[in-house]
């Protein structure tokens, strides 16, 4: 058994002969002889199961399991009472207690009820955890929160020292997603989530260091695309249910995957459809557009004969106005028709500060830090210098935007040598984004500036997948946005 408990008796040969029974069964026991004592260790919480004593001065069992709930709902309470007060025990039982236990203690009795009372207490906590796994990948899409609320589900609920979601990716394993305390080597990890993708089933390993690993596959669509690791703290061994659960939350990962990529490829095909309809409306505009524009130049210098500062101020306005809507067309048409690449030799660092010297502008004024972080190894990859200026721009132009007056703005490269790719870290302390925002980051023509167009990150999308790249994106309301752009350090 595995679980934190509660004695409270004021008999201290009762929590002594209690304790060590309880210790022996494997429990972690936090013995108490009265009710403030009891009260205390409650407030700070972490309990599986409690035993009370059902006859205490100032405070009965009744009253502390009452005090219980407030402070831990669904902590389950055993009842503890001689045999001449059964009546009270199973009126407690109707007060909301779990069970009971008679004195002296039946050691099988005593280990069938705490038992139970642990397991249904366990199944419940898990049931709530599956529910909000569950509600997670009903209300996003976005893989990468979705594959962080299992991690975190599935260490919580097998109480394992870490959890690791791996994804294979160019027939490599490929951490995604963690929670617990980081591992000191990812290899033992690694090897279990290999395991289990080769053998098809849940899977359990004991590494060098007498550490036991349990890893579960992620089927989807007929064929592993992963596994679900977590590792038990030492000398702990997991038992079958461990097993159980492990599987019923690699399974909840693997609907995460397929929902994640069924809905990318029907965003992408309606995306497509829409940026085709879009560059033949933008086409049929153009010519217009420009005639509009030379008679609203020609109006401008008319007026400004007049000498009238309304029409003059109206006509600007006509002005701004048409050229805001050529600028779109000319977005969308190149959206409609993305550019052949034209590579050279390009060093990240030194476009990414040609960035940074475009936006100064918006730096004026403001108390704003940025930070640049370049690893000295980073090769010169063979890139589109032109493309990607507009990419890095974006990016760097959406961060400064998301913070007030002040702020933080991080810009890293690195190099991945094992995965031969660049990459490219902004990072901003702004006000982050909304998971349904987030979703839809990439949605042409979705944005949530009043004067956006919503063609910026469609377009930056489109760049870096042309260079055989990929972007990921991290953001959370008030705690600001993380972009991962990661490019071939060569040519595909």
Same mark, same amino acid.
């Given at each position: ?19 060590? $029974? ?13 009710? $403030? ?33 407030? $402070? ?32 002296? %203690? ?262 704003? $830090? ?21 990419? %890095? ?100």
């Amino acid at each position: 058994m595995k679980g934190r408990v509660l004695v409270v008796d004021d008999d201290p040969e009762i929590r002594e002969v209690l304790g060590m $029974r309880l210790e022996a069964l494997g429990l972690q026991v936090t013995a108490v002889g009265g009710s $403030r004592e009891a009260v205390a260790a409650l407030d700070a919480g972490g309990f599986d199961l409690a035993l009370f004593d059902l006859r205490m001065e100032p405070m009965d069992g009744i009253a502390l399991m009452e005090a219980a709930r407030e $402070r831990l709902p669904g902590l389950p309470v055993l009842i503890m009472t001689a045999h001449g007060s059964i009546e009270d025990a199973v009126a407690a039982i109707q007060r909301g207690a779990f069970d009971y236990l008679t004195k002296p %203690f039946n050691p099988e009795e005593l280990r069938a009820r705490v038992g139970r009372a642990l397991s249904e207490r366990r199944w419940a906590r898990d049931r709530g955890r599956l529910k909000v796994v569950g509600e997670t990948l009903a209300s996003s899409g976005v893989m990468e929160r979705i594959l962080d609320a299992v991690a975190q589900a599935t260490v919580e609920a097998t109480e394992a020292e870490r959890s690791v979601v791996f994804l294979l990716e160019r027939d490599q394993l490929i951490p995604m997603a963690s929670a617990g305390t980081q591992p000191k080597a990812w290899e033992p990890l690694q090897a279990a989530a290999q395991a289990a993708v080769e053998k098809g089933v849940p899977t359990t390993i004991t590494g060098t260091d007498g550490r036991v690993a349990l890893a579960a596959p992620l089927v989807v669509r007929g064929g592993p695309m992963g596994a679900l690791v977590v590792e038990c703290p030492e000398r702990v061994s997991p038992t079958p249910e461990d097993l159980e659960l492990l599987a019923l939350f690699s399974f909840q990962a693997a609907v995460a995957i397929k929902n994640a990529h069924e809905l990318s490829q029907l965003r992408s095909g309606a995306l497509a459809a829409l940026g085709r309809m879009a560059a033949q409306v933008a086409h049929e505009l153009k010519n217009p557009l420009g005639g509009l524009k030379l008679y609203a130049r020609h109006l401008e210098k008319r007026i400004a004969h007049v000498s009238d500062p309304e029409l003059a101020e109206l006509a600007q306005k006509i002005g701004r106005a048409i050229d805001h809507l050529s600028n779109l067309v000319t977005e969308i048409t190149a959206f409609g028709r993305p550019a052949e690449l034209k590579r050279e030799p390009v060093k990240v660092s030194q476009l990414l500060d040609d960035c940074l010297s475009l936006a100064q502008d918006r730096l004026a004024g403001r108390r704003i $830090r940025v930070e640049r972080q370049y690893a000295a190894d980073v090769p010169v990859a063979p890139l589109d210098p032109r493309e990607l200026r507009k990419v %890095f721009l974006n990016f760097l132009l959406n961060g400064l935007e998301a913070m007030g007056d002040e702020g933080a703005l991080t810009v890293a490269v690195t190099h991945q040598s094992e995965e031969g790719m660049i990459q490219v870290t902004i990072e901003d302390s702004g006000c982050g984004m909304s998971d349904e925002t987030l979703a839809r980051a990439f949605d042409l023509f979705f944005t949530t500036k009043p004067h956006g167009t919503g063609l910026g990150m469609a377009i930056s999308k489109s760049v870096v997948d042309l260079h055989g790249g990929q972007i990921q994106i991290e953001s959370r309301l008030g705690q600001g946005t993380r972009v991962r752009v990661f490019l071939p350090a060569r040519q595909p």
